[in-house]
């Protein structure tokens, strides 16, 4: 059985690359393989993730980042692409590459607090600053829209009163988004293993 391969793109630390690694070790991406991890800043520490855990990685800045990814994903015969706190917009030339092969996680329930320059603290802040009581995690397919893909996943968490940024942004990814991600990517690459 061929496997779905997976690049993961990355911007910074990398916990939910890690969260990924994890699940595929524990044998929860039985339909995908991580086969590359690509990051547009030369400094994230996913990509000592990714090399610890024996994953090819590869850097793509600007200027022609987009077409250096392309180039990059093509080489690796990659057939589904992972968001995983990839800190730039994809153009709609690119996503239109890849339909319904390209997923994200976001730190909210969407359509609440999502979209341009909802990203990190700034998503958990504005939830605190709204003051709803329920936050969490949503993982939708990419499109030219930021955060407007269809929802594929979504995982509540309850906001409680003595709530940060900082330990809000923690409890979301711990109970949301290291689960969510990894069911989100199992679920994709099998369908497209099986089209």
Request: glycine fraction near 8%; charge should be neutral.
């Amino acid at each position: 059985m061929t496997k779905t391969r997976i690049a993961v793109l990355v911007s910074g630390g990398g916990t939910n690359l890690q969260a990924l690694i994890d699940a595929q070790d524990r044998g929860e991406l039985p339909d995908g393989e991580i086969a590359l991890v690509i990051s547009n800043n030369p400094d994230a520490y996913a990509l000592e993730r990714a090399r610890r855990a024996g994953i090819e990685t590869a850097l793509c800045v600007k200027p022609g980042m987009e077409g250096k990814i392309i180039e990059t994903l093509q080489a690796h015969r990659i057939e589904m692409i992972v968001l995983a706190g990839f800190m730039a917009i994809l153009s709609k030339n690119f996503v239109s590459r890849y339909p319904e092969r390209i997923i994200n996680i976001h730190p909210s329930l969407i359509p609440s607090f999502c979209g341009e320059g909802f990203y990190g603290l700034r998503v958990h802040q504005a939830a605190l600053d709204y003051g709803v009581k329920v936050t969490g995690a949503t993982v939708h397919y990419v499109n030219e829209i930021p955060d407007g893909g269809r929802i594929i996943a979504q995982k509540a968490v309850e906001i409680r009163d003595d709530d940060t940024p900082e330990t809000l942004q923690r409890r979301v990814m711990e109970q949301a988004e290291w689960k969510l991600l990894p069911m989100a990517a199992q679920a994709v690459a099998k369908r497209i293993r099986e089209s």
